[in-house]
């Protein structure tokens, strides 16, 4: 490999930010901004409580409901999918997300009479991602799932 | 017409009774008897919540959480729906539903990657039919939309 004169953890984040995945997770959290306040923030800090350690999982309690503030970036998260995919395929995919307060619940997205993303989700108290890389990589491979669907059935996903 | 010996009305309700999606749905409820405390009850006697007339629909409130009762109904209806859809398809559809507290959501069958069956549900609180005839056609119906979904695109509903 090259050596590169500054870290390429710093190189693969500014990477991930530049995802069209990440772009559309971070335009829905500032369209919440209604009051500017977080104008002056970085997209980094923004997203900042996205990431969670393994370290830091391992310390969140899985018992009792999750907490209000995950259950929001879980929202915003499959919603930046949901964006993504109409943004590729101009196709609205909505989404129903079934959550018990236990963190076990399931995540559908429909775009006519196909389902684009199903999903079990679990732990959801500890929703989180290790590098702003592996937010990028499992938005977009969400994204890239549902437009392989979309093109394997395109009269469906328009029924 | 021809003239009957017995009011149509009471033959309108036998037949409905003996429609395969009400027979479904008595049996789900029938499951739930885990003491046979209901032997003894008739089928008409085990529906009998199911019907709501107009003028009682009228005095049902619209606001606050709706009844447990009637959530328990809705939830078997939609259950007897698709176990109706299993029996006629082979196809197991997997039932979402989505519930606002304040009465209004959503229901979508999902069979593989299609959607049979998406249908928005309003005024919860006076969840019921009219007649037993009503109740039948409904269900019916439902199951017949949906078996016609997976009719038009069997290979979807199998993936």
């Known amino acids: 490999m090259f050596e590169v004169a500054i870290s390429p953890a710093v190189n693969d984040d500014e990477a991930a930010l530049a995802s069209p995945f ?3 997770l971070v335009r829905l959290i500032r369209a919440q901004d ?19 350690s393994k370290e830091q999982r ?7 409901d999750p907490d209000p503030d995950v259950l929001w970036r879980l929202d915003k ?35 006519g009479r196909l389902v684009v993303l199903s999903k ?5 108290h500890r929703f989180g991602f290790e590098t702003f890389c592996k937010l990028a990589a499992a938005g977009t ?15 469906v996903a328009r029924a």
Chains 1, 2 share one sequence.
């Open 34 to 52: 209604s009051h500017g306040s977080w104008d002056g923030k970085a997209d980094a800090e923004l997203l900042a409580d996205f990431i969670v």
């Open 77 to 111: 998260f499959y919603t930046a999918v949901a964006l993504a995919i109409e943004e590729r395929s101009g196709l609205m995919a909505s989404p129903m997300i079934e959550m018990s307060h236990e963190g076990f619940g399931r995540v559908l997205f429909t775009a």
């Open 141 to 155: 491979k969400l994204v890239d799932d549902a437009i392989a669907a979309i093109d394997a059935y395109p009269e």
């Open 120 to 124: 079990t989700v679990r732990d959801v």
């Open 22 to 24: 990440v772009k559309c």
């Open 58 to 64: 391992r310390t969140i309690p899985i018992i009792g």
